[in-house]
């Protein structure tokens, strides 16, 4: 009986010996991966290079409606910096012709994000080595 309650005793250490480094294993592994998550997330730098402020008159019916806005255009890849200073002429078109096709309506409240993300859609049509990921409306003028 003597040797019987030693090997449930040593049964029992065994049983608990297992659960702790199955439970230590799964927090180390839990921390790995949490750690992993954390260093490919990494959010890159946001730079920004303004276009020349824009006069431009608007699609409005029956009346002559103007804007004067700055744009900025906003990247994370540095080698993009060089692509936009060349294509200036190209990317100052788009948004010229995207503008000119709004109406004065279209600039109130959230409506200008659907404005802000087709100028970026435009621009990036025009961009081969990355795309740009915002558009700033630096100042913005309607007469």
Same mark, same amino acid.
């Given at each position: 009986?003597?040797?019987?309650?030693?090997?449930?005793?040593?049964?029992?250490?065994?049983?608990?010996? $297992? +659960?702790?480094? *199955?439970?230590?294993? =799964?927090?180390?592994? !839990?921390?790995?991966?949490?750690?992993?998550?954390?260093? &490919?997330?990494?959010?890159?730098?946001?730079?920004?290079?303004?276009?020349?402020? $824009? +006069?431009?008159? *608007?699609?409005?019916? =029956?009346?002559?409606? !103007?804007?004067?806005?700055?744009?900025?255009?906003?990247? &994370?890849?540095?080698?993009?910096?060089?692509?936009?200073?060349?294509?200036?002429?190209?990317?100052?078109?788009?948004?010229?012709?995207?503008?000119?096709?709004?109406?004065?309506?279209?600039?109130?409240?959230?409506?200008?994000?659907?404005?802000?993300?087709?100028?970026?859609?435009?621009?990036?049509?025009?961009?081969?080595?990355?795309?740009?990921?915002?558009?700033?409306?630096?100042?913005?003028?309607?007469?």
């Amino acid at each position: 009986m003597a040797e019987n309650k030693g090997a449930s005793k040593l049964l029992i250490i065994i049983i608990v010996l $297992l +659960v702790l480094v *199955l439970i230590a294993g =799964g927090f180390v592994g !839990y921390m790995l991966l949490v750690k992993n998550k954390q260093s &490919t997330t990494k959010v890159l730098p946001e730079k920004t290079m303004a276009m020349d402020e $824009l +006069v431009v008159n *608007l699609n409005d019916e =029956g009346m002559r409606t !103007y804007i004067k806005v700055k744009i900025f255009l906003a990247y &994370t890849n540095s080698k993009l910096e060089g692509e936009i200073t060349e294509k200036m002429p190209q990317i100052r078109d788009v948004v010229i012709t995207t503008v000119r096709s709004k109406k004065s309506e279209e600039f109130e409240g959230n409506k200008v994000e659907a404005i802000r993300k087709e100028i970026r859609d435009n621009v990036n049509n025009l961009l081969t080595k990355d795309k740009i990921t915002n558009v700033y409306f630096y100042d913005l003028l309607i007469q």
